[in-house]
């Protein structure tokens, strides 16, 4: 058994401490709240994800129904003449960025989580 090697009522402890209970195992509340904040933070990322991935590709040569001001792009490396949509790019990398972490962390806590034991009868 993980956890404090203090002894003591922990229902108790925790009704004194204003908590809505206890938590089984202290692996289970480092990573519940963590994910869940992070959850959090990714949910309304998306929106503004499928937006500027929208506006990229309105903004490119091919369509051309959208033009960006000159401070939300760059020009190409390659072609100094065109203009890449930069803040549209940093829009959809960061929202990866943290899409990705959400994913990696909802991975690692189903692998930290001890197996169950099958009650038999």
Do not use: C
């Not at 903004?59 to 065109?82: I, N």
């Amino acid at each position: 058994m993980k956890g404090s090697r203090l002894t003591g009522d922990r229902e108790r402890i925790a009704v004194l401490l204003g908590f809505d209970g206890v938590i089984e195992h202290t692996r289970d509340a480092m990573w519940h709240g963590l994910i869940g904040l992070v959850g959090t933070a990714a949910s309304p990322v998306t929106t503004p994800t499928k937006l500027a991935e929208d506006l990229e590709i309105w903004s490119s040569s091919e369509f051309g129904y959208v033009r960006l001001a000159d401070r939300h792009t760059r020009s190409s490396v390659l072609m100094p003449q065109k203009r890449n949509p930069y803040a549209l790019t940093m829009v959809r990398g960061e929202a990866g960025i943290l899409i990705g972490r959400l994913t990696g962390m909802l991975a690692i806590s189903r692998s930290l989580r001890p197996p169950r034991r099958a009650v038999t009868t």
